[in-house]
Every structure is written in structure tokens, then in C-alpha cells.
């Protein structure tokens, strides 16, 4: 364990804003729950690096739950993407313009 | 230059975390910046199996395959199936914006991100209390670390996560089951959920509906 966990750190934290940058630039709802994803990943990895630094193990399980509510998350989101691309054309968030008030 | 890479050949903790970095950051580039969703998707693999080596590399082990086997394994692939299945693996059009400026103000918006998340990195991190869930323990034993914390102090949020997993499953069946396609029928019931969109929906596809309405498939909700 030589690489000090701060290293750990600054790459979960570019990882996260290329997700950042991402959503708020794509308009294919699917790269934008692609970026979503990196984003949680971004977090899991500084959940890891510090349940290395305190020495606790509770910072994988954390990670442990994380997986299971990105995959509940990915399939109810996928199943409403196909819902909606069954009534409108595409898949842009230009596409869902309706949606504003 | 010549010091960190002697460093570097010393430590070969060190080369695995810069290559994984790479992996990983390469990978986030190609998901934002490529056109066609296919090939953001297949990046999204490549940054997976570099966070899954890092995992590995910080004595995560049980996380690390898990992170393969869910997300490389099961996520990915949905996405891909959904790609398919909708025909969107096209390239998507940049040229009319209705927000005007967007994407400057949004690359603006994630560098300010890096940098306040990067400012609060310098702030103390470890408190220096006592582990609450018990210790990490060694490579031989992450597994049975993890399990003996997962089945004794976090058992509700796991029970929790097991009523979340059917939640979603009934969803997508309910989200994914076949609605009306009859143009007459989605009229007729304007509190039906197909009409949220019929006002629009019903001239352009009326000529398609009747031919179909001949046919045997037409389901109901």
C-alpha cells in the first residue's frame, strides 16, 4: 500500500466531474445514465480508498449497497427510456421538451 | 523525471495505480465524448475494469468482482440491449441547442466542480475515532469481513435492499408491458396514460393504427 490514499482520491474526484460534465452535455438520455454510472463509480472508489485510511470495513459495505440501488436505478430508468421511445420519436432530451411546465 | 519513474519501478503498487488511472480517466473521456452510444458504453466497460484494479490494489477483492460481474456483467449489457433494441446507436445532433451556450456553461460547470471537490480534499479527512464496524482486515479474509458486518450490524438495510430488487423488477415488467395502440380506445379514455402524449401522437400514427386494428394486436393495459 504505497500509493497514498489522497492520489486515490483526486482521480475518484476528475473521474466524478467528467460525469458531471456528461450529463449536463449529452442529450442521449441513455450516455446521460452512462455518466450517472461513472459518477457512482467515482464514489465507490473514495468509499474504498477511506475504509483503507480508517481501517473500517464499513466503507465496502456501503460500497456493497451502492451496486445494488445503481442496479435497481438502471433497470427502472432503461424500462421508462423504452416507455417513452415507444410514444416519441427519439431519445434526446430535446425530445422530451413536452415534459417542461 | 528519472527519480519517480526509479520510484515507480520500485514500487510496483505505484505503475498499477497510474495504469488503472489511466484506464479509468481514458475510459470517462470516451463516455462524454463519443458520438455513437455503442461506443460510450464500451468505454463505460473500460472504466469499470480499471476502478475494478484499483479495488483490488486497495484489498477490496469480494468489491472488485462484484463491480465486474454487475456492472461489466449485467449493467453494460442492459444498456447495450436497450441501444439495440431502441436503434439510437446513431450519432446524436449537436447543431440545435435550445438552451443557448449549453454545453461552455456545463464544461464550466464540471471544471468548477473538480476544483471545489479538489479544495475540500485538502481539508482533514480522518477523524482518528475508532473503526464503528469492525476492522478491514487482510487480503485473505475481505470476504469474510464483509459478510460478518453485511449479516450482523447492516442486516435491516439488507433486507431493505432485497425488497428494493423486487420493487424494481415489478416496475420493469410494469414499465416494459405492452399499452394501448388502438387510436379509438386511447381517445375514448383520456384518463388512460397513453393519452399524455395523444394529442400529438394521434395523426401521425392514425394511418398505421388502422391497418393494425385488423390485426390481433391490439392489447390493452
Known amino acids: ?5 489522497n492520489w486515490y482520491l483526486i482521480l475518484s474526484a476528475i473521474l466524478f466531474s467528467l460525469g458531471v460534465i456528461g450529463v449536463l452535455v449529452r442529450k442521449n438520455v441513455i450516455v446521460m445514465f452512462m455518466s450517472v454510472e461513472m459518477m457512482l463509480n467515482a464514489v465507490n472508489l473514495s468509499f474504498v480508498t477511506f475504509s483503507r485510511m480508517l481501517g473500517d470495513i464499513g466503507g465496502q459495505v456501503l460500497v456493497f449497497f451502492v451496486l445494488v440501488v445503481a442496479a435497481a436505478e438502471v433497470v427502472v430508468g432503461l424500462g421508462i427510456i423504452v416507455s417513452i421511445f415507444r410514444r416519441r420519436v427519439g431519445v434526446t432530451a430535446d425530445d422530451l421538451h413536452i415534459l417542461e411546465g | 523525471m528519472v527519480p519517480l519513474l526509479l520510484t515507480a519501478i520500485a514500487k510496483p503498487d505505484l505503475i498499477v495505480f497510474l495504469a488503472a488511472a489511466l484506464v479509468v480517466v481514458a475510459g470517462g473521456i470516451g463516455v462524454i465524448s463519443y458520438r455513437n452510444p455503442v461506443h460510450s458504453a464500451l468505454s463505460l466497460v473500460m472504466t469499470m475494469f480499471g476502478i475494478a484494479t484499483l479495488f483490488i490494489e486497495q484489498n477490496a477483492q469480494f468489491l472488485a468482482a462484484v463491480q465486474i460481474i454487475v456492472y461489466a456483467g449485467a449493467i453494460v449489457v442492459l444498456f447495450l440491449f436497450v441501444i439495440m433494441l431502441l436503434g439510437v446507436d446513431r450519432a446524436e ?6 438552451i443557448r ?4 456553461l456545463a464544461a464550466v460547470a464540471g471544471v468548477v466542480t473538480l476544483g471545489e471537490i479538489l479544495i475540500l480534499a485538502h481539508a482533514t479527512w480522518a477523524t482518528g475515532a475508532k473503526a464503528a464496524n469492525g476492522p478491514i482486515g487482510n487480503s ?3 470476504v469474510f469481513k464483509i459478510a460478518q458486518v453485511v449479516f450482523s450490524t447492516y442486516l435491516l438495510p439488507f433486507e431493505a435492499t432485497a425488497i428494493l430488487l423486487v420493487i424494481a423488477v415489478l416496475s420493469a415488467v410494469y414499465l416494459s408491458k405492452r399499452v394501448v395502440v388502438n387510436v379509438d380506445e386511447a381517445l375514448e379514455a383520456p384518463e388512460d396514460e397513453v393519452s399524455l402524449f395523444a394529442a400529438e401522437e394521434t395523426e401521425k400514427r392514425a394511418p398505421k393504427e388502422q391497418s393494425s386494428k385488423n390485426d390481433d394486436e391490439v392489447y390493452e393495459v
Request: net charge positive.
Open chain 2, 140 to 142: 485473505s479474509d475481505n
Open chain 2, 93 to 98: 445532433v449537436f447543431s440545435r441547442e435550445r
Open chain 2, 101 to 104: 451556450a449549453q454545453r461552455p
Open chain 1, 1 to 5: 500500500m504505497t500509493v497514498p490514499g
